[in-house]
């Protein structure tokens, strides 16, 4: 079993930048590793953060959708 999450993430929404939400959400978990394009991208962050990792992408993206 590893101690990492892979994920890979896609948007049709172009004033959704996945990359830079991406590169936020993992420099305040102060762990892991992303990037890509603005319209697809990946990464990997520790197994422990993945519940952490969601809760904050999921806000960051409905913040990135209301602008």
Do not use: W, Y
């Amino acid at each position: 079993e590893s101690d990492t999450v892979s994920f890979s993430l896609r948007t049709g929404r172009l004033k959704i930048k996945l990359n830079d939400v991406v590169r936020r959400v993992i420099e305040r978990l102060g762990m892991g590793e992303g990037g890509g394009h603005p319209d697809s991208c990946g990464g990997r962050i520790p197994h422990d953060k993945l519940t952490r990792f969601v809760r904050i992408m999921q806000n960051d993206l409905k913040e990135c959708d209301a602008l």
